[in-house]
Structure formats: C-alpha cells, structure tokens
C-alpha cells in the first residue's frame, strides 16, 4: 500500500478549455497537490455540492512555480457532465495526489510510453518529467479529434510510415518525439490502434536499443491487453496504469480490486493506492 500523503483541499479553477468529443482540460490552482504530485498519480475531484461521490481523474501535468495541474476528462456520464459545467473562479473539493506512481529513475533507459483516449494524460506528464533525462517517445490514441494543439513532426521515427506525420507541439518543444493514432481517419495519424503504431517502432529498433526499452501505457482495457502482449513479445518491462471506478479513492472500501499473482500467490491489491500503476507480469487477467 502507499504511504505518500494524500491532501483534501479547496482547488480554484483558473482555467476550463472544451474541445470536440466531449473532452475537456481543466486547470486548478491547488499548489499543495502541484507541489508533490508525479506522473501516474491521480486526484479525486467532487464535481459538485449536490453529488458527494467523486470523480478520478488523471494528472496531466503539474506547475510547482504556478502551483497549477491540469487534467483532461471526457463526458461519460452526469457526474462529469456536471464537471463541464463549471467556471473560471469556481472552486472545487480535491483530493490527491493518490496512488503509486510510475518509476521513472532509471535514465539509462528508453521510456516507450503509450496512450490511449484519457489514458494520454499520465504519458504526456512521464514525457515532459523524462524530457532532457533520458530517452522517451510517446504513441498516443483516439477515436475523437485530440485535445491539444499538433503540428507537423520534426524528426522521423524508425518503423512509422509516412502518414503518421503529426505530434503534440507541447512535446515537439521539449523535443520530445510522438506519433498519433486512430481508426477514426483522422488527418496526420496512423491508421489503426495505438500499441499497432509502437509495435512497428520497436521491431525496426536494433536489437540492443529495444533491449533497453521500458514499456509504460495508459488507457483503455483492450489496450493495456494489447501492451501487455507486446512487452511480452519482445521481452520488455511493462507497466500498466489501470483505469477503474473509484468510490473513496484512499483504499478503505476496496472497490476498485485487481487480481495480481506475486511469488506464486494470489492477492488482490486496490488500484487507487496500491496503483494504479502496476508491472504487467503480476497482473493475469492482462495475459
């Protein structure tokens, strides 16, 4: 189980951008949880005073000197419809940063970190706090047009095809390489699923830079299945941020179990503190 603190604090929204498919990016003002938050972790939003169940959401990116987070959430439902709704001013009931982040000590390595839907979030936060650090591409996905400013890719990729030709600017700026994905004919990407586009990056990667590949993903459960089988494939360390629905968040109602098999035995450990990042060769329901 964790032991990180978690902190329960009023949050000030300072930022509320909307974008097509029912996806929203959401910035606060809660310096505390800025301060100490790290890529994989989450916060427990309450979307407002009428509904007190909350909402787990994603950290995207974190700004100690501004004190901000953002995060990116889709409208599934009228909890986070009512999310939508609120205001630049308004002020929200937080609590966070929760659970076991992802490992990101080891510099000698090569971070390959995938994406999928509002599973892109903790991979843009991994590749802006590796960028400059050590080496990362990011493959992102969607059905629906993405939620960030693109832009023609600077660099080329081994294995990508040339209509994969767009990036995220935020990472292009921090010279970080990304290629995008969809099934959904979108414009500049490849055309198929996520872990499809990663997989034809790792086999042109020569045999010893794929051996020092780590494999980190986010996203939906067929994904992860998807990921779990190429890191298997290619003999790569793999970590999986799952995504479950929450009640308390801190891991007293255990509603949110996984199965896991460690040293031959049986357990099953809460997503919201002992993850929601976990290595892909403990968990066999993603066999």
């Known amino acids: 189980m ?38 994989g972790q989450f916060v427990h939003v ?23 987070i953002d995060l990116l959430y889709k409208v ?12 630049k001013g308004s002020r929200l009931a937080v609590l ?4 076991e982040p992802f490992d990101l000590t080891d510099t000698t390595r090569r971070y390959v970190l995938i994406g999928g839907g509002v599973g892109i979030p903790p991979m843009i936060f991994a590749a802006e ?12 996905g969607s059905e629906v047009p993405f939620p960030f400013a693109l832009q023609p890719a600077p ?23 990304c290629r995008l994905a969809s099934n959904a004919g979108l414009y500049g990407c490849f055309a198929g699923h996520v872990p499809d586009l990663a997989r034809a990056y790792l086999q042109a990667l020569p045999e010893d830079e794929r051996a020092r590949v780590v494999l980190l993903a986010c996203g939906p459960h ?3 299945h998807a990921v779990a089988r190429l890191g298997r494939a290619y003999a790569l360390p793999t970590w999986l941020s799952l995504e479950e629905y929450m009640a308390c968040a801190v891991g007293g109602c255990a509603g949110c179990v996984v199965r896991t098999v460690e040293r031959g035995r049986e357990y099953y450990r809460r997503v919201c503190v002992d993850g929601p990042v976990f290595p892909a060769e403990i968990l066999p329901d993603f066999a």
Not at 46 to 66: F, G, H, Q, Y
Not at 129 to 140: D, I, K, N, S, T
């Open 155 to 177: 660099e080329l990729l081994p294995g990508i095809d040339g209509n994969a030709i767009l990036t995220l600017r935020a990472l292009a700026d921090r010279g970080v390489p």
């Open 2 to 39: 964790s032991h990180r603190r978690i902190y329960e604090l009023r949050a000030d929204v300072v930022a509320h951008a909307h974008h097509e498919g029912e996806q929203h990016v959401l910035r606060l003002h809660v310096p505390r949880i800025a301060q100490h938050a790290l890529p």
């Open 222 to 224: 067929p994904m992860l």
């Open 76 to 87: 599934v439902g009228e909890g986070t419809r009512l999310l939508a709704q609120r205001r």
């Open 46 to 68: 309450r979307v407002s005073e009428e509904r007190p169940l909350r909402r787990p959401i994603s950290i995207m990116r974190a700004d100690r000197d501004k004190g901000t």
């Open 129 to 140: 706090q590796l960028a400059g650090r050590a080496e990362v591409v990011l493959f992102a």
């Open 96 to 99: 966070g940063p929760i659970g």
